[in-house]
């Protein structure tokens, strides 16, 4: 699995835009890069994922750098529900998830 | 629909004891994943079934762990002699096959406390 690197924390105002990175330098050239993030009490929940390309959905984009060692994932203007714990990993391929520590995202009114 | 499932959602038991853990995933996934989360950590692998089997198990920590899936739907976690270092959220996620682009759906986790 890749070794993933995020801040530990990182904060932003409500209605602002969010940019949240993660390197992951011995990604493999079929590994996918999946976003996860948990809210308080619950379980994760799947943000975002890609290979190559950019990638836009409902929540997020996800930005993959060129050489794909690492990623950003924007919240185009976060809300007080965005605050959580965001992760970022490289799939296998069969979908295991190792997660590191992730990011803590603290929004403020 | 119905999300994944888990049973019970808190569970207090003392060392030594033998406990249980349920999943219930998304009707259709033929992939579960049971994970353990330690405070101010994130989620850690345990197991992996595809169907009935067991395709993973690198993540138990030792035999005391065991974990079954019989009928290629409900699994569940099975923990011998507990120690007050298995104190944590048990998570169990599905996905539809399993693949490397599937989206895992989680449940709402077990909190074990160990006394």
């Known amino acids: 699995d890749a070794k993933t690197t995020q801040p530990n924390s990182m904060e932003s105002n409500e209605e602002e835009p969010v940019h949240l990175p993660c390197n992951h330098s011995?990604?493999?050239?079929?590994?996918?890069i999946h976003w996860y993030r948990q809210l308080p009490s619950q379980g994760p929940e799947y943000v975002i994922h890609?290979?190559?390309s950019n990638v836009n959905n409902r929540m997020a984009s996800l930005a993959i750098a060129e050489d794909r060692k690492s990623s950003t994932l924007i919240l185009h203007r976060a809300t007080l529900r965005d605050a959580a714990v965001y992760y970022c990993?490289?799939?296998?391929?069969?979908?295991?998830?190792?997660f590191g520590q992730g990011t803590i995202l603290t929004v403020h009114p | 629909g119905a999300g994944v499932s888990q049973t019970p959602s808190n569970k207090v038991t003392e060392k030594g004891k033998y406990v249980e853990l349920r999943c219930d995933p998304i009707?259709?996934?033929?992939?579960l994943y049971w994970y353990r989360q330690s405070l101010g950590q994130g989620p850690e692998f345990l197991i992996y079934?595809?169907?009935?089997?067991?395709?993973?198990d690198s993540g138990l920590p030792n035999d005391r762990f065991f974990a079954v899936r019989p009928e290629g739907s409900v699994s569940t976690l099975k923990i011998q002699r507990t120690e007050r270092g298995d104190s944590a959220v048990y998570l169990c996620?599905?996905?539809?096959?399993?693949?490397?682009?599937?989206?895992?759906?989680f449940g709402p986790g077990t909190r074990l406390t160990v006394l």
């Open positions: 996620a599905s996905s539809l096959r399993g693949e490397r682009t599937d989206t895992q759906y």
């Open positions: 011995t990604i493999s050239g079929t590994d996918y």
């Open positions: 890609g290979l190559t």
């Open positions: 990993r490289g799939g296998t391929s069969y979908g295991k998830l190792t």
């Open positions: 009707s259709g996934h033929t992939a």
């Open positions: 079934f595809q169907g009935t089997g067991a395709a993973d």
